[in-house]
């Protein structure tokens, strides 16, 4: 298993990098570890270019009233996004096209392509 992340400051930490040094050694993907994050390449992540916008759009449909409903409906997308096989192998067969995109366009920017 790989560990990934953004380089946003508070993963940046020592502690961070310490921590994931030791649990994921050489395994990981961010800055200042093993394996560079891609620059401005967020569209290689399926958590960024699939899944956080599709909980979104199902999380905040319609108004919510208090922080319980909240939960709720974050715990309810996560569940059906987990339990539906078919979400997942299209999200992989997208990044498999993602990938081919930014190896053909040698790393830049291929958004506009997809």
């Known amino acids: 298993m790989w560990f990934q992340h ?11 990098r310490d921590y994931l040094n030791e649990v994921f050694p050489g395994r990981w993907v961010g800055r200042g570890g093993p394996v560079s994050w891609p620059p401005r390449s967020p569209d290689m ?10 909980m ?33 192998e299209r999200v992989r067969q997208s990044l498999m096209r993602r990938a081919a995109a930014c190896i053909e366009q040698g790393g830049r920017n291929f958004e506009h392509l997809l």
Do not use: C, Q
């Not at 380089?7 to 020592?14: E, K, L, Y």
């Not at 992540?45 to 599709?54: A, C, K, Q, R, S």
């Open 6 to 16: 953004d380089g946003a400051p508070a993963h940046f930490s020592r502690t961070a």
């Open 45 to 54: 992540n399926p958590l960024d270019f699939y899944v956080w916008g599709h």
């Open 56 to 88: 979104k759009s199902e999380v905040y449909g319609t108004e919510i009233p208090n922080r319980e409903e909240l939960w709720r409906r974050v715990e309810a997308s996560a569940a059906r996004v987990r339990n539906n096989p078919g979400v997942m």
